[in-house]
C-alpha cells in the first residue's frame, strides 16, 4: 500500500498547544501508512524537538508577509512538489497565507488549515480568498474554535468542512514518568497552581486578586506559578504590592508537567479564552480537580460539578477554591472523574485515530 504524505507545516517559534499538537501528530501516526515531513523555524521550540525524530525536516521563517514574496513562495512550492506531499496541515494565519497559495501550485491536494485559538478569523478580503480558494478542510480543536471561525462571516468556509479534534494527551507516556514534586507542602497547606504562558489571554492577573480573598478568608495555601512571559515582572510586582509573595511561588517555564501537576491540590484556569485547555487535560491525567471559568471551551472538557467547577466570577472562583479545600472527598472524587473522562475522551489514542480517519476520508 502506497503512503501518504503528509506535510505538518508550524513556524511557530514558542512552545504551546498546538506546537504540542503537531510534535505529537508527527510522533504518533502510523508510519506504515503515513510518510510524515515537518516544516518548522529553526529558532522553535518545535525545531529542536523534531531535531531528535527520524523525519524530514525543513527549516523556514515566516514573517506576516512571507507570502508577498515570490522567492519565499518559490521555495515552498518545489519543497512541498519535491517531497510529493499529498496533504498539508497549517498552523498560524502567516502559515496559511505563504503555505496555502505554495501548496495549490505545487499540486497538493488537500489544504488544511489546523485553527487553535478561539478567536474569531477577520472579514478580510485576504482572509475570504484564502479561505475560499485554497483551503479545502479545517481542523479546528474545539466546537468553540469551530464556532469562531466563522463569528465575524458565517459564509467564510463550508461548516461541513471543518472537523473538530480535541487534543489527546498520552496516558502510557504520563503515568511512565517519574515523578519529582517541584514543592512540597507544609502540614494543612492547599496547593493551587496555574501553567501557561504569562500573556493577557492567560489571565493570571485573576491569580493575584484570587490570592487576596484567600488570605483574607484565613485560608493556609500556597499559589504555584508556572510559565513565563511578557507579564512575569508585572504579576511578580501585583504579589508584592498585594501582599501574597509570600504565598506565591514563580516557577518559571516546567518541562515536567506531571511534577508540576503532581504537586498541586487543586488546578485553576483564569483564561480569558482557550482554543483547546490542554492543560485541564493535564491536571486529569493527575487526578486534579479543575476550577475554571464558564467560557470559550472549558465546558466541552470540564463537566461542572463532576470532573471540576466552572464558574462565572473571579469571587466565585475563591469561594470555590475554599469551599474544595474544606471538603478532602470533594477533592477527590472531581479528581477521579477527570482522569477517567481524559481516558474515555482525551486520550491521545483517540487523538491520533480521529485524525487518521479524517486523512483517511480525504479525496487523494
Not at 512575569?232 to 510586582?237: M, N, S, V, W
Not at 518541562?255 to 491536571?283: H, P, Q
Amino acid at each position: 500500500m502506497d503512503r501518504r504524505t503528509i506535510c505538518f507545516f508550524n513556524s511557530t517559534r514558542a512552545w504551546g498547544g498546538g506546537e504540542k499538537w503537531h510534535f505529537d501528530m508527527i510522533t504518533k501516526l502510523d508510519p506504515d501508512r503515513y510518510r510524515v515531513i515537518a516544516v518548522a523555524d529553526r529558532a522553535g521550540e518545535l525545531y529542536s524537538r523534531l531535531s531528535r525524530v527520524n523525519i524530514p525536516l525543513h527549516g523556514v521563517t515566516v514573517s506576516n508577509i512571507s507570502f508577498l514574496s515570490p522567492l519565499g513562495v518559490r521555495k515552498i512550492v518545489d519543497l512541498l512538489a519535491s517531497e510529493k506531499v499529498d496533504t498539508v496541515i497549517m498552523n498560524l494565519p502567516s502559515d496559511l497565507k505563504l503555505a496555502g497559495p505554495a501548496a495549490a501550485s505545487a499540486g497538493v491536494r488537500n489544504i488544511i488549515y489546523r485553527r487553535g485559538s478561539a478567536i474569531p478569523v477577520r472579514n478580510t478580503w485576504l482572509n475570504r480568498r484564502l479561505f475560499k480558494k485554497y483551503i479545502t478542510g479545517i481542523i479546528a480543536n474545539s466546537e468553540e474554535t469551530k464556532r469562531t471561525i466563522l463569528a465575524n462571516n458565517p459564509d467564510l468556509f463550508d461548516p461541513a468542512g471543518i472537523e473538530v479534534i480535541y487534543n489527546g494527551l498520552d496516558i502510557d507516556e504520563w503515568d511512565s514518568t517519574p515523578e519529582s514534586r517541584i514543592y512540597q507542602a507544609q502540614p494543612g497547606e492547599i496547593v493551587i497552581g496555574n501553567a501557561g504562558r504569562m500573556v493577557k489571554q492567560k489571565g493570571q492577573e485573576s491569580l493575584i486578586k484570587i490570592a487576596v480573598r484567600l488570605k483574607e478568608a484565613g485560608l493556609d495555601f500556597r499559589l504555584l506559578i508556572a510559565g513565563d512571559g511578557p507579564l512575569r515582572q508585572r504579576l511578580e510586582d501585583m504579589a508584592e504590592k498585594a501582599g501574597v509573595s509570600d504565598r506565591t511561588v514563580f516557577t518559571g517555564f516546567v518541562r515536567n508537567m506531571k511534577s508540576f501537576m503532581e504537586s498541586l491540590d487543586i488546578f485553576v484556569l483564569t483564561s480569558l479564552w482557550e482554543g483547546f485547555g490542554y492543560v485541564i487535560v493535564e491536571a486529569m491525567a493527575a487526578a486534579k480537580p479543575v476550577v475554571a471559568f464558564n467560557s470559550s471551551s472549558n465546558p466541552e472538557i470540564v463537566n461542572d460539578g463532576k470532573t471540576g467547577i466552572l464558574v462565572s466570577s473571579i469571587e466565585e472562583m475563591a469561594e470555590s477554591i475554599i469551599s474544595l479545600s474544606a471538603d478532602s472527598e470533594k477533592m477527590r472524587l472531581l479528581g477521579s472523574n477527570g482522569r477517567s473522562s481524559l481516558e474515555s475522551v482525551f486520550s491521545m489514542k483517540t487523538a491520533v485515530s480521529n485524525l487518521q480517519e479524517y486523512i483517511n476520508n480525504l479525496t487523494s
